[in-house]
């Protein structure tokens, strides 16, 4: 039995795949999330059991994704169909195309911020000298209609990168703009090391206090690890399904999850010393980068050079993120129902659009529309992370660890005789056991049972 459509695109090169995965894994959790959960959870010892996390989780559901994916070349409801074996699992993949409407729903609103706080940037028009300024701006930008302009703004973006296709649109857009985000973030790195709170800030971040280790550090660390590589919802199986049959699945796995902690990182050597030095605290939390680094960037030298660059970062991150959950719903249309790329994108847009517009209305003329006690944002958030992408992840561990043929597996993952066929048994292990028994505790955590 057979499972390749060779008319399906596929990425052009191995650079390609690579920056489309590593794209897809970066985004604001990496530059936005990663530096206050880090900065909330005692920095060193959080980042120690971060990367622990990646390695125990990360690489092998990315392995999963990956042979599933690129096994079927199909999207995430129909990759779980050929390999059900008539078993009803494809279920799962529809919670996936469903959690990626949910995600780009609220994701899109804090690009739209990350674009609107590029703009002024580049204006100049903000003046963050003191922490009320910091902060009446934030709440500005985020009530009333004027969120709603910048979130449509960006779905235009997204829009257009996705009208161009896999090659001319998702790819290219990869291969471009992965290098200038690390670019951006490696100058950010060595402006770090010229101010007088480098040390203090690279020991925060590098020298573990294990005094400060408790269980919620171990969650937070392990459910970073988890929504840092977009496990969960099928974005990772959709681009797989675009890989050549040369592409190595552990390695390109191994190479997607260093990237995507590299760059945590580097948002890491590239904050905490700026903080550090101009005497802020590193545990401000989601406010870290939308008041509290604004107010660092008043007082450096070149601040509006700076600003502009960090949040033309976050820009990039934010897109690269977007196109790849963009990808989701698209693929599935146009290979579940019929429908042409482009109409199938038209559709997907749009409906992700109603979405958005609703997550930027709910912190102004829609903030007493509280359905289950909260905004839509909010509601829309706690869903998806909390309940659907938890339930995907252990889906599909579950799914490649215990339910696929090991015939496919040994396929898929190149082992030829004995050899590769150690590793092989390690990743079915890590599925089997460690990484439900991981995701299951991330998701008690985050509905709140321990």
């Known amino acids: 039995m057979t499972y390749k459509i060779k008319s399906r695109a596929v990425f052009a090169s191995r650079f390609a795949a690579v920056a489309t995965t590593v794209g897809s894994s970066v985004g604001l959790g990496n530059i936005w999330r990663f530096p206050y959960e880090a900065g909330e959870c005692g920095g060193g010892a959080f980042l120690l059991f ?52 949910l995600i780009l729903s609220f994701y899109s609103v804090v690009a739209g911020w990350t674009l609107e706080y590029l703009v002024q940037s580049v204006g100049a028009a903000t003046s963050l000298s003191s922490g009320l300024d910091a902060h009446s701006e934030f709440v500005s930008l985020t009530s009333g209609w004027r969120p709603t302009l910048w979130t449509v703004i960006f779905s235009a973006v997204n829009y257009i990168v996705l009208s161009g296709g896999v090659k001319r649109g998702i790819e290219r857009m990869s291969n471009i703009l992965m290098p200038i985000l690390f670019v951006i973030l490696v100058a950010f790195c060595i402006n770090s090391a010229t101010l007088s709170g480098f040390r203090q800030g690279i020991d925060f971040i590098f020298s573990p206090d294990f005094s400060k280790i408790t269980r919620g550090t171990l969650l937070s660390a392990m459910g970073q690890a988890f929504f840092s590589l977009s496990l969960g919802v099928g974005g990772m199986m959709t681009y797989a399904s675009y890989f050549t049959d040369k592409t190595r699945l552990i390695r390109t796995a191994g190479i997607t999850a260093s990237l995507d ?31 509290v680094l604004p107010r660092v960037f008043s007082q450096m030298p070149g601040g509006i050079i700076w600003s502009i660059l960090f949040f033309m970062l976050l820009v990039i991150a934010s897109l690269t993120s977007t196109v790849s959950i963009s ?60 309940i659907l992408l938890p339930i995907g992840g252990m889906a599909c561990s579950i799914f490649v660890g215990w339910m696929i043929d090991k015939v496919y597996l040994r396929k898929e993952f190149g082992v030829i005789g004995k050899k590769g066929g150690n590793t092989l048994k390690i990743l079915v292990f890590c599925l089997r056991w460690i990484c439900p028994s991981a995701i299951l505790l991330i998701f008690l955590n985050a509905i709140g049972i321990i």
């Open 327 to 386: 990808e989701i719903s698209i693929s599935y249309l146009s290979e579940e129902t019929g429908m042409s790329r482009r109409l199938a994108t038209v559709v997907s847009s749009g409906v992700v659009l109603i979405g958005s517009v609703l997550c930027a209305l709910s912190y102004g003329p829609l903030r007493d529309w509280l359905p289950f006690g909260m905004n839509v944002f909010n509601l829309f958030d706690y869903v998806a992370s909390n």
């Open 261 to 291: 902690t590299l760059v945590a990182v580097l948002a890491g050597i590239m904050i905490f010393p700026a903080v550090f030095t101009y005497g802020l605290s590193p545990q401000a939390g989601p406010t870290l980068v939308f008041e």
């Open 50 to 101: 971060y990367v622990g996390f990646v390695c125990l989780l990360g690489v092998p559901l990315l392995c999963a994704e990956f042979c599933m994916g690129r096994g079927t070349r199909s999207n995430v409801v129909g990759a779980y169909r050929k390999l059900e074996g008539g078993r009803p699992w494809h279920i799962v993949g529809y919670l996936g195309v469903l959690a990626s409407v």
